[in-house]
C-alpha cells in the first residue's frame, strides 16, 4: 500500500436497525467523507487512492460503515485490521458501536415489516442474538458506544453533531444578501431585516449615484442616530441564531438586508455584516442582488426631511 497521509478514521458497526443509516448520514451532512459497505479488503485500496485535483476530502475525516450485511465481515479480522492502520500506517482509528435492546429492534423490525439479515427465514428475535454475539468483539474493541435504545432518529443526529462536528466541520454554509423590496423578497432567505428604517442616501444629490460599497455613502448611513444600536441588536441575535441553526444541523442559512432600490443601505449593512461575522469566526459569502440595477426616484422612498 503505498504511503497515505494519516487520516482520522471511525468505523461505524454496531446491530442492524440500531441507527447506523442515521449517524453515517449526519457525518456526511456536517462534512465527514462516508463510505457505506465496503468490503474490508477494499479499505487499504481506498485510503491509497488519489483524489480528483481540488477535491479536500484529503483533509477531512473517514467515516466506514460496515456491518454483517458487509462482504467479507469477520470482526476479528476487522480488529486485526484497526491495529495494522493504526501502527503500520498511523491512522487514528476510532470504533462507533451502535447498541439497542432486542426488545426496541424487534419493535423497529416489526414496524417496518423488513427481516434481519441474520433472520431472513426465522425470527427475528433469532438473528438478533446470533448478531449481538458475532459483534461481542468489536462492541469490547470500540472506544465509542451509543445506545439508542431510547432514542429517536433526530435524537441520534444530535448527538452525533454535538460528538463529531468539529470547528471547521458541520458549520452552515452562511450567505449574506442584500437586495431591494422595490424588486420583491428574495425566496432562499431564512432571517430578512429591514433596513429602510435608517436615512436614503439616495436623496443626497453627490451621493445617489454610488453604492454602500462606498466610503462616503457607509459614513451617510452609519450617522443614522438609529445605525448604532440597530447594528448590535442584529449582530446579537445572529451570532446566537447560528450555533443552534448548526445544533439542529441547518446546511445553509442565508440572512438577507432589504432596503427599496437594493444599491445603498442595504449593500452596506450586507457588507459591514458580513465583516462583523468574519472577525467573529464565521465565513460568509456576499451576494448584492439588485446592485447592478438601474437607480429610479419612482421607486424610492420619499426623502427625509
Same mark, same amino acid.
Given at each position: ?44 485500496? %481506498?485510503? &491509497?487512492?488519489? *483524489?480528483?485535483?481540488? +477535491? ?7 467515516? !466506514? =460503515?460496515?456491518? @454483517? ?81 431510547? %432514542?429517536? &432518529?433526530?435524537? *441520534?443526529?444530535?448527538? +452525533? ?7 471547521? !466541520? =458541520?458549520?452552515? @454554509? ?100 458580513? =465583516? ?30
Amino acid at each position: 500500500m503505498p504511503n497515505s497521509p494519516p487520516k482520522d478514521i471511525l468505523l461505524v458497526t454496531g446491530m442492524s436497525g440500531a441507527g447506523k443509516s442515521t449517524v453515517l448520514r449526519t457525518l456526511e451532512d456536517i462534512g465527514w467523507e462516508v463510505v457505506d459497505q465496503l468490503p474490508l479488503l477494499l479499505v487499504d485500496r %481506498l485510503l &491509497a487512492t488519489a *483524489l480528483p485535483e481540488g +477535491v479536500d476530502w484529503d483533509t477531512r475525516p473517514l467515516a !466506514l =460503515g460496515l456491518g @454483517t450485511r458487509t462482504r467479507g465481515f469477520d470482526p476479528d479480522a476487522l480488529v486485526r485490521k484497526i491495529k495494522n492502520l493504526r501502527e503500520m500506517h498511523g491512522h487514528d482509528v476510532g470504533v462507533l458501536f451502535l447498541d439497542c435492546s432486542g426488545t426496541e429492534l424487534e419493535r423497529r423490525y416489526s414496524e417496518t415489516r423488513r427481516r434481519h439479515p441474520l433472520g431472513a427465514d426465522r425470527p427475528a428475535s433469532d438473528g438478533i442474538a446470533r448478531e449481538r454475539e458475532l459483534l461481542a468483539p468489536l462492541r469490547r474493541w470500540a472506544n465509542r458506544l451509543i445506545d439508542t435504545t431510547s %432514542l429517536s &432518529a433526530n435524537d *441520534l443526529a444530535q448527538k +452525533v453533531r454535538e460528538t463529531f462536528a468539529t470547528d471547521s !466541520l =458541520g458549520q452552515p @454554509t452562511l450567505s449574506i444578501l442584500s437586495f431591494g423590496y422595490s424588486r420583491g423578497l428574495p425566496l432562499n432567505a431564512d432571517l430578512v431585516f429591514d433596513m429602510r428604517f435608517l436615512r436614503n442616501p439616495h436623496w443626497i444629490a453627490e451621493l445617489r449615484p454610488g453604492t454602500g460599497q462606498d466610503a462616503d455613502v457607509a459614513e451617510y448611513i452609519a450617522q443614522d442616530s438609529a445605525y448604532p444600536e440597530a447594528i448590535e441588536r442584529i449582530v446579537s441575535l445572529i451570532e446566537m441564531l447560528l450555533p443552534r441553526y448548526r445544533a439542529e444541523g441547518k446546511s445553509y442559512v442565508t440572512i438577507a438586508f432589504g432596503c427599496t432600490g437594493g444599491r445603498h443601505r442595504s449593500v452596506h449593512v450586507a457588507e459591514h455584516m458580513a =465583516g462583523r461575522l468574519r472577525n467573529a469566526g464565521f465565513s460568509p459569502t456576499v451576494k448584492h442582488r439588485d446592485l447592478g440595477t438601474a437607480p429610479q426616484d419612482s421607486l424610492e422612498d420619499a426623502p427625509t426631511q
